[in-house]
């Protein structure tokens, strides 16, 4: 067959892949939409916690200064107040029963300090053991001693917070922010990795892929018309997860948006190349649906490192998430939205993820061909 | 006489199990050639040996004169393919079908135009052309499965059981069709499991534990055997393989 003539061959079926995917209007409009709504509701999910703080507030001897300081907790809308006593003996069991997220405690004598220019001391006690959520509590309630601390008369600044996180599960700051870059992963995951593998094995399990394998075309027109498509989605479901972020949750974006994408491709082809891995060592849809959600879905939602920090986890699991391409893709976008970083500080995770592409893809095509074997 | 297909000795082995025994056979062009067996016998094993889907453990096998194993790609530019399942994408047009083999094979737009327009105006079906597959009915879905893989004009065709489920009344429509392909020179191997039809055959093979257990015309067979149909062929050589078999 002539150069033209594949193309050709090629184009046919790719027209044919983009019918496929229009025509299941369903399945189209749950996949485009799906980064909107994951950003939305796992964001949500983190924000309304934070948006309700429950404050326990020990106050030793309550004066104009404390009570000053508690008007500016109780007018503030994020605060509800659900316990006030005189001593911190009331906190452990409060805390243990999980009924309390913040404790302030106020050292007795703050008035009197704060007009003789002594130091004052108060005492933040933070709930950490949701990692994340337990910083920005603590961040906030910070932030309104501050702003109590600056609407004193003249300048006295002789007060110091003294903050105490309770539960150190994880000191590492984790907020909407450090979600977003996983869940572009996990979607790009669901698109790439699992749609090509229930389609091919669509084709597969109805003995059209066979028709196909007889055909004039080669194992890689069948694989390219294959992901191509799929590829197309991916880029749609980027653009809307940054976006989503953005307009909803303000999500900063410092880096180069055309490494994003350029790297948001490269870990596309990775998924679309394990998905045709999975199609091709498995018998039916449903096998495939189940290979792909245990071999891609899982790993890349628990051991990317998108909800539990990689260094959190024991160590064997540490070793594995080695091998789950998603760990090193929220590396990379992590690290260009957030931080701006660019290719010179990412090139390891880049050449990680290109090492695993022309691994699966040599795989894959092998699998392809094992069938004439 | 010129060979369309010609099998030499092969075997095709899965493990310790020997799917295809040492078979030969030769199909001579334009010919209907029928490849009967009971389930299990060979024959899909034989069939995707013979179009390129498995490798011969040993032997060898020419299709359109082309070597299967050395020349798949000629070999697969020269046949067409019905396999027992259908064959047809269900969520595309009949047009939309014709479209991507025409394609996949490298005909032009026009000329996949003008063929798609003459096989849906023979297959009657013109006014289904832009609805969906699945809608249609099984026998319609079978005949233009079978269109669709006469689309690029092969050599040969081979059909896997493709008259399966169907009325007798399409059955015949399809052997019909059968014959007007073989008309125009394709040789068509077919395997089915209606003993009418290995009756329509020029010539046919029943396959009994991965050999060839008989060959030859619907008459001589009858012959040799001293019965009046194939059926009985068929069954006095099916029976002893099933009783050893389990």
Known sequence: MRAPERIQALAAFVIKEMRHILRDRQTLTILLLLPLAQVVLFGFAIRTDVNDIRLAIVDAAPDDATLALRARFTGNGRFRIVATAATVDVLEPLFRRGEADVALVIAPGLARALADGTPARLQLITDASNPNTGTTMQTYAGAVIRTWQAALPGARQGVTIEPQVRMLFNPTLESVNLFVPGLIALVLTLVTAQMTAISLSREKERGTLEILLVSPLRPWQIILGKVAPYLLLAFANVVTALVAAWVVFRVPFRGSLLLLLAASTLYALVGLALGVLIAARTESQRTAMMGSMIGTMLPSTLLSGMIFPIASLPWPLQLVSNIVPARWFIVIVRGIMLKGAGVVHLWQELLVLTVMFTVLLAVAIRSFRARLA | ?246
Request: charged letters at 20%.
């Open chain 2, 1 to 246: 006489m010129t060979l369309a297909i010609e099998v030499r000795d092969l075997t095709r082995r899965f493990g310790s199990f020997t799917a295809v025994d040492s078979i030969s056979v030769d199909v001579a062009v334009g010919e209907v050639f029928g490849f009967l067996g009971a389930n299990g016998a060979g024959k899909t094993t034989a069939i995707k040996v013979l179009i390129g889907l498995l490798a011969p453990s040993s032997g060898s096998a020419r299709v359109a004169g082309f070597d299967v194993l050395t020349q798949s790609e000629e070999v697969r530019k020269r046949i067409g393919y019905m396999s027992q399942r259908f064959s047809l994408y269900d969520d595309l047009t009949p047009r939309e079908n014709i479209t991507l083999y025409g394609g996949i094979y490298g005909l032009a737009d026009a000329e996949i135009r003008a063929r798609g327009d003459a096989m849906l105006n023979d297959l009657g079906i013109m006014h289904v052309a832009d609805k969906l597959v699945s809608t249609l009915p099984l026998g319609w879905k079978q005949k233009l499965s079978f269109s669709v893989a006469m689309l690029h004009r092969p050599d040969v065709v081979f059909l896997d059981e493709p008259t399966g489920g169907v009325d007798p009344v399409t059955r015949r429509q399809f052997w019909e069709m059968i014959y007007a392909a073989a008309a125009r020179g394709t040789t068509v191997f077919v395997t089915t499991h209606y003993m009418d039809e290995a009756e329509y055959c020029d010539r046919l093979s029943i396959m009994v534990d991965g050999r060839i257990a008989a060959m030859g015309t619907p008459a001589a067979l009858k012959a040799e055997f001293g019965v009046s149909s194939i059926d009985e062929v068929f069954v006095r050589l099916a029976r002893p393989a099933t009783a050893t078999a389990g």
